[in-house]
């Protein structure tokens, strides 16, 4: 089988390669192929074009076609809405309306609150009162569709509510402010088959996180296990998609945000023993999710040299 990871640089990369690659054909893309580890043979690492091009759908058609790719797995938010709505090329994503809700962040508290789930107090900063708001100070403030931890800041007061956005520029409307949770956070790896039966839940305990996670180990928590089944099973979905959570001080299991897609944490999911791959072309319904093993992440950063 020949699958085409996009968003090739991502950090997680070189290790996907070295777990599956005699598995599978693996080939990586990126707009910026030197960002691709070079752990990943030069002949499997490919350029295409930033997601907002114009060509960006027929360059990744043409590259399919090319390396005669069975299966796309996106690592980028930007490509999401774009490559889920291909009908000639299966991908590792959930479908194309659950992607839409789950990239706007107070859509995607409104869907948790709509199934009677926990969610963090979420509102828009166009809604948000000097004088009212259910929401008590601090509090999380960030992009609507933002990704990676870019303009998520904790604020005190309704004055740097209006600070962050004269200084991100980005308009109220666009902006959330949440519940601060206080707790164990964990990205959970949600794995399920095309017909979105669940297969597999591992959730990664973040102990360090920079943007990307730093360093994390994939624990066996049921009660975790427990509310991210209670959201596959609320608002179900196909492929592969990682649940971002609050294990808080006061026992509350409150997830946060739902990103429908791989996280950089994907690989430690594979290296705990779980393959979601094999998982979402495995159609057969099970009511027993499949186990995994205990593992720790450690990121460190290598520095590379070209002579010229």
């Not at 996180?209 to 509310?227: L, W």
Request: aromatic share 8%; with cysteine; glycine share 6%.
């Amino acid at each position: 089988m020949k699958i085409l990871f996009t968003g090739g640089g991502g950090v997680g990369n070189e290790a996907i390669y070295r777990f599956l690659h005699k598995q599978y054909d693996l080939h990586f893309a990126d707009a910026d192929p030197l960002t691709i580890s070079p752990v990943i043979p030069a002949k499997y690492r490919y350029a295409i074009p930033m997601a907002n091009d114009p060509s960006f759908i027929s360059v990744i058609n043409k590259l399919c076609d090319k390396l005669s790719i069975d299966l796309l797995v996106p690592g980028v938010d930007e490509e999401l809405l774009k490559i889920s709505q291909l009908d000639n090329i299966k991908s590792l994503l959930p479908q194309h309306k659950y992607i839409e809700t789950m990239l706007d962040k107070f859509q995607c508290a409104k869907a948790l609150e709509m199934q009677g789930l926990d969610y963090p107090l979420t509102e828009i900063a166009s809604n948000i009162d000097e004088k009212s708001s259910d929401i008590a100070y601090p509090c999380i403030v960030k992009p609507r569709n933002g990704r990676g931890s870019k303009n998520v800041n904790i604020i005190h007061s309704y004055k740097q509510l209006q600070a962050y956005l004269t200084l991100t520029g980005i308009k109220s409307s666009e902006v959330v402010v949440q519940e601060l949770l206080v707790g164990q956070e964990y990205t959970v790896l949600m794995s399920a088959d095309q017909n979105m039966n669940l297969k597999a839940i591992v959730p990664v305990k973040v102990d360090m996180k920079r943007g990307i996670t730093i360093r994390a180990q994939s624990h066996i928590n049921d009660i975790v296990i427990n509310k991210c089944h209670a959201v596959h099973d609320a608002i179900p979905a196909q492929g592969c998609y990682n649940i971002q959570l609050i294990y808080t001080n006061d026992g509350r299991v409150v997830p946060f945000e739902i990103n429908p897609r791989v996280s950089t944490t994907f690989c430690l999911g594979i290296a705990s023993g779980i393959d979601p791959i094999s998982n979402f072309l495995d159609n057969q319904r099970t009511d027993k999710l499949l186990g995994f093993n205990n593992v720790k992440l450690q990121r460190t950063w290598v520095n590379n040299f070209y002579d010229l």
